[in-house]
């Protein structure tokens, strides 16, 4: 594993777009995992900035959505659909039907799994998969739990993630049971996984993840397994590292 630990945000957010448009760059049909939440934002900035430079083209590149929460409608502007809209898609030149994200409206919740996985084994491996870090150690949506299911599926949040969440809802009331999301094994098979964490409330869940026992309890551990994993950190988040 390669940890880098960052000064500032910006350079964060610089080093986490340039990881992805050099991808873009020498495989511009690469197929990316892409993350929601508070910790990539910055990156997407960065990466429609590249793309506005004229450095970066996403005309082919495939992206593969790590969760969606289930029951908010897709225009809801808390959805994941909405996010992605918001902060990358809409800004860049990719096809929107090169850009999938678990549909959590489908009549058939279990059968929506079963699709998306199928998308994703039809597309290839995934070549970058770009995760954020719950406070409880959760990947995409994968929940702390004594066993962790591999591929997409559907989940009932844990209270914490709600509250962590709660801050984009009205109340906390307002935020989704469930969501669909990718399984742990399908996030393990990208072939580099690209970790992302901030701040200070995060420092001890991420000496947990990267350096306690590998354990279903802080599914992030398991990324430990990965062969390539790279992971980028600000100065809080990595404090509590040697
Ligand atoms: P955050 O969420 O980026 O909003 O902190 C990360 C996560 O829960 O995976």
């Known amino acids: 594993m390669n940890i880098l630990t960052f000064d ?23 197929v990316l ?26 005309r082919q590149v495939t992206t593969f959505n790590l969760d969606e929460y289930v029951g908010l409608p897709a225009s809801h502007p808390e959805s994941y659909s909405s996010y992605m809209q918001r902060h990358l898609f809409g800004h860049l030149d990719i096809p929107a039907d090169r850009t999938y994200i678990p549909d959590g409206n489908a009549p058939d919740l279990e059968a929506e799994c079963r699709r998306y996985e199928q998308l994703i084994d039809t597309a290839g491996q995934l070549d970058l998969q ?3 870090l719950g406070h409880n150690g959760h990947i995409g949506f994968n929940e702390p739990s004594h066993a962790l299911l591999r591929g997409t599926h559907v989940v009932t949040l844990a209270e914490e ?5 709660a801050r984009f809802f009205p109340t906390l009331q307002d935020v989704p049971q469930q969501a669909i999301t990718m399984g742990v094994g399908t996030i393990l098979q990208a072939k580099m996984i690209v970790l992302v964490v901030r701040g200070a409330d995060k420092a001890d869940i991420v000496h947990r ?19 390539h994993l790279v992971v980028l950190l600000d100065k809080a988040a990595g404090s509590r590292l040697a």
């Open 8 to 30: 500032s945000s910006e350079q964060l957010n610089e080093a986490g777009a340039n990881i992805i448009s050099g991808l873009v760059q020498t495989n511009p049909r690469a």
């Open 161 to 165: 993630t709600r509250k962590a969440n």
């Open 209 to 227: 993840a990267l350096t306690g026992p590998i354990a279903t309890e802080c599914p992030a551990s398991l990324l430990q397994t990965h062969p």
């Open 33 to 58: 995992g892409l993350a929601t939440g508070g910790t990539p934002v910055g990156i997407y900035s960065h990466l429609v900035g590249d793309y506005r430079r004229g450095l970066v083209s996403f």
């Open 130 to 132: 770009l995760l954020g």
